[in-house]
């Protein structure tokens, strides 16, 4: 029987001793998942990517799934995946995708093919100075500083003007700065999921009142959203413009610029959640493009 590897992490993977605040994300995920790829004759196994190559002796494909500890861990989590991919088993999507996908500066590559990306300062460390440049640099009145290496908005620093952190603060990591688009504000974060490159379908996420992260984990919330011609067509030039194969999953985040057109936040093509509920067609997508790589 063909067997499918969903690789889950130790917080989100079931009978953990301590699970996640968005663990119903991957329960989801599972449920969407589970039962199209049984229609097909294959087997779902849920397995921590941690766990030892054994677990995944007999496994013809492994999804990225809910790994959502690997920013972390980037060294072991690549590791893995290679071995795996050494054992003769497709990773979806693959470890040279991954890599590329891993440190967000993929976004100029993007912005090199032509996409619209949000303005970004690339810098290797920030302190006050380097907020106020940017603060400068994008005439704005607050700046978002993240991490090249990040999800889930860990670690992330909003800055304002009027609320400089001090000249003792600094942000000891590789860093990116961006002005705050208060469309995140207002209409919300867009995203947009692609199985096999195709669009699948879109949501807007909107951040609790007084946060302006939109994950679920700080009560952000989702629902369905019918993007007009213009904007389905600037989340497909982002998809087509990742410079690998078609990968079997994508999601593209977006924002509104102040001149009304949409530029591009994150490309997740790692372990990105892909919103079952708003696109209850999902699990049957994922398992169509799963048959054919197995
Ligand atoms: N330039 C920005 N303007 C407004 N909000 C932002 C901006 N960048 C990030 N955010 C908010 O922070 C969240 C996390 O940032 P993101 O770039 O998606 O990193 P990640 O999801 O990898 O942690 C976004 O979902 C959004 O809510
Ligand atoms: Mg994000």
Redesign the pocket.
């Known amino acids: 029987m063909t067997k499918i590897a969903f690789l889950a992490c130790s917080s989100t993977v079931s009978g953990a001793g301590k699970r996640r605040g968005d663990l119903f994300e991957h329960d989801l995920m599972i449920a969407a998942l589970e039962p199209a790829l049984a229609k097909r004759g294959l087997d779902l196994l849920v397995a921590d990517w941690a766990s030892p190559l054994e677990t995944f002796e007999g496994v013809d494909l492994a999804l990225l799934g809910t790994s959502w500890n690997y920013q972390d861990q980037t060294k072991a989590f690549l590791a893995k995946i290679d071995a795996l991919a050494d054992r003769g088993i497709a990773i979806c999507n693959p470890p040279d995708l991954v890599r590329w996908n891993m440190t967000?500066t993929y976004l100029r590559a993007l912005e090199e093919a032509g996409v619209r990306v949000?303005p970004t300062l690339w810098r290797e460390i920030v302190t006050e100075k380097g907020v106020l440049e940017a603060l400068d640099v994008f005439e704005c009145d607050r700046?978002?500083v993240?991490?090249q290496v990040?999800?889930?908005?860990?670690g992330?620093e909003?800055v304002a003007r009027r609320g400089l952190p001090g000249p003792d603060w600094v942000f000891d990591q590789p860093a990116m700065l961006?002005?705050?688009?208060?469309?995140?504000a207002t209409e919300g974060?867009l995203s947009f999921v692609f199985i096999d490159g195709v669009f699948s379908h879109a949501l807007v996420?909107r951040?609790a009142d007084g946060d302006?992260?939109?994950?679920s984990l700080y009560g952000?919330r989702e629902e369905v959203y019918e993007p007009s011609a213009d904007d389905l067509a600037s989340a497909q030039k982002v998809c087509d413009a990742v410079p690998f194969s078609t990968p079997l999953y994508a999601r593209i985040?977006m924002?509104r610029m102040d001149d009304g057109a949409l530029a591009v936040?994150?490309a997740?093509l790692i372990e990105p959640y892909l919103y079952p509920v708003q696109g209850p067609q999902l699990g049957e997508l994922l398992a169509e493009a799963i048959v054919k790589r197995v």
Not at 178 to 184: D, E, H, K, N, R
């Open positions: 967000k949000i700046v978002v993240k991490r990040g999800a889930g908005a860990e992330q909003l961006q002005p705050y688009l208060s469309a995140i974060e996420k951040a302006y992260r939109i994950q952000g985040d924002l936040m994150e997740e």
